[in-house]
């Protein structure tokens, strides 16, 4: 099993997160808050309140873990393609895997990194969701002190398995999703190259963006259900499921619920992901 994809794929996820961890935190209190009007609202109070630093709440623990984690989502996508073709990340475009192979691995790609991305998506999102400015003598103390100190936290409050609160509404948004966000990314590749030739830096650059708008429009509605299951042990709030939070969803703020944080993902998808293919296909051509 070649491992050079699975560093390649911790190197770029790490440049992407650092891109669009800001973007995501405004995604994150969107999605789970009713405090913001919108998402110039959320930015200006985010800022008048925490600083630029609020932004980056939640990012220390993920530069490590969800890097990793898209190490391991690249480097299955690869290796799976390599089972179902026998050719290697070098040979694709001159004997390029057919569109249902892709869509396969990326599904499997997406699924394997589910089991290793809930626990960390989980403690990002709950610092992420901490609007308290940062320490000032006689101010009250945020509710976790850091990443670790959330994990023992939940562990403590909501058992082991809390720290996979709402993997299944995950599974759900990543399984199929990274099948079409590799499928795009492969199509526009190959619409704009020529046969046996790498894409340009541009191509891979517009592909990788438009795959991450493509899949994030998809997966976004699930999204929203899955960020709310994660917060819910917090709030001592119990959904029976998946179908019962999108119900509870609905009943209280509407159809439009599904959609919170769309614009935002759509915004923060296109240069994390052109940046994050960039680095990654320039990587492999590196070591190839």
């Known amino acids: 099993m070649p491992v050079e994809e699975f560093v390649a794929g911790w190197i770029s996820g790490a440049l992407g997160l650092v891109l669009g961890h800001p973007f995501d935190t405004v995604k994150v209190r969107l999605q789970t808050q009713t405090t913001y009007r919108g998402i110039i609202d959320c930015m200006v109070k985010t800022y008048r309140h925490e600083s630029l630093l609020g932004f980056f709440k939640g990012m220390s ?11 391991v989502l690249f480097g299955v996508y690869s290796n799976t393609l390599l089972a179902l073709t026998a050719t290697s990340h070098q040979e694709w475009r001159a004997q390029p895997p057919s569109y249902t192979h892709v869509f396969i691995a990326g599904c499997t ?9 809930a626990p960390f998506d989980l403690i990002k999102v709950r610092l992420q969701n901490q609007t308290e400015p940062r ?21 403590q409050e909501e058992g082991p398995w809390g720290l996979f609160r709402g993997a299944w509404a995950l599974t759900l948004r990543d399984t199929p999703t990274m099948g079409i966000y590799f499928v795009t990314y492969e199509w526009l590749c ?9 894409p340009s830096s541009a191509t891979v650059l517009a592909a990788g963006g438009f795959a991450g708008i493509v899949s ?10 899955k960020s709310r299951m994660q917060m819910a042990g917090l709030k001592h709030r119990v959904y029976r499921g998946v179908l019962d939070c999108m119900a509870s ?6 159809l439009g619920v599904f959609f919170r944080g769309l614009t935002i993902n759509s915004a923060r998808a296109f240069p994390v992901n052109a940046v994050t293919f960039l680095s990654y296909e320039y990587l492999l051509r590196w070591w190839g």
Do not use: K, M
């Open 216 to 225: 994030w429009a998809v997966a976004t509605p699930l999204d929203v259900i």
């Open 109 to 117: 790609g997406g699924f394997v990194q589910v089991y290793c991305l």
């Open 61 to 71: 623990f993920p530069i490590a873990s969800i890097a990793v984690v898209n190490s």
């Open 190 to 198: 190959r619409q704009s190259t020529p046969d046996d030739q790498n």
């Open 249 to 254: 969803s609905v009943r209280q703020e509407g």
């Open 135 to 155: 320490a000032r003598p006689g101010s009250p103390p945020p509710r976790y002190r850091g990443p670790v100190h959330c994990a023992v936290s939940i562990c």
